[in-house]
């Protein structure tokens, strides 16, 4: 049963503190992207991996790191220098020309 | 600077009617179209795409046509049901340098089918 899981489903820190998202993916793709969605917004790019080892920002990379040690894996950090970051955060993967979703994880800063 | 625009926030039809959620877009270099429907608090889920090189395609009662030298696409759903009751978003795909695509999304048309 291959698919790309985020954990948690619901996430909620306090502001200042670091924060990292998960998201792992069986379906044998090299490409892992990392998108949030805000209301009235649609979805935009946070960073992207192309292969392991190699990311690269996406159009709102600040504030956030990640990396890439597994090919399985794409792990998201949300850090303190980041706004804004309550928001429901997306990871993909594609296969060939289309990208598969994740269920998302909804963080919230108190 | 938009580069793929979906001007209509929400669009309400009644069911069985055809619904028609509108995109546009702005850079020529696009060569592949997607539609995604998204269900709160859920990701995206893949819909009916489109490449370049065609106008037209059609899956069941979703159909998407493509105007290049307008740039516009459109994704028509006929008859309309409530399950099609979601958030619809357009996107356009792109090489980057390094070979994988990447996608640039509207910022979505919420759909609603009522009974």
């Known amino acids: 049963d291959g698919g790309i899981t985020q954990s948690p489903k619901y996430l909620f820190r306090k502001e200042g503190q670091n924060v990292t998202l998960s998201c792992e993916q069986n379906l044998n793709h090299d490409a892992m992207y990392w998108y949030r969605q805000d209301p009235g917004q649609g979805l935009r790019l946070i960073y992207y991996?192309?292969?392991?080892?190699?990311?690269q920002k996406g159009d709102i990379a600040e504030g956030y790191s990640v990396s890439r040690e597994k090919k399985e894996s794409f792990p998201l950090t949300v850090t303190s220098a980041q706004k804004n970051p309550t928001a429901f955060y997306l990871c993909?993967?594609?296969?060939?020309?289309?990208?598969?979703f994740g269920p998302g994880t909804r963080l919230t800063v108190l | 600077d938009q580069q793929v625009k979906q001007n209509s926030p929400s669009l309400s039809v009644q069911e069985g009617r055809i619904s028609i959620l509108n995109c546009d877009y702005t850079?020529?270099?696009?060569?592949?179209f997607l539609w995604y429907k998204k269900y709160p608090a859920e990701g995206p889920t893949f819909l009916i795409s489109?490449?370049?090189?065609?106008d037209k395609n059609e899956d069941g009662r979703f159909t998407v046509f493509l105007n290049k030298s307008a740039k516009h696409l459109s994704l028509h759903i006929v008859p309309s049901q409530p399950g099609d009751s979601a958030v619809y978003f357009c996107?356009?795909?792109?090489?980057?340098?390094?070979?994988?695509?990447?996608?640039?999304f509207g910022k979505g048309t919420k759909l609603t089918v009522n009974p």
């Open positions: 996107a356009a795909s792109a090489l980057t340098q390094g070979g994988s695509e990447k996608l640039v």
């Open positions: 850079n020529s270099m696009f060569d592949y």
């Open positions: 991996s192309q292969i392991v080892n190699d990311f």
């Open positions: 489109i490449s370049s090189i065609k």
């Open positions: 993909a993967s594609t296969g060939g020309w289309r990208q598969f």
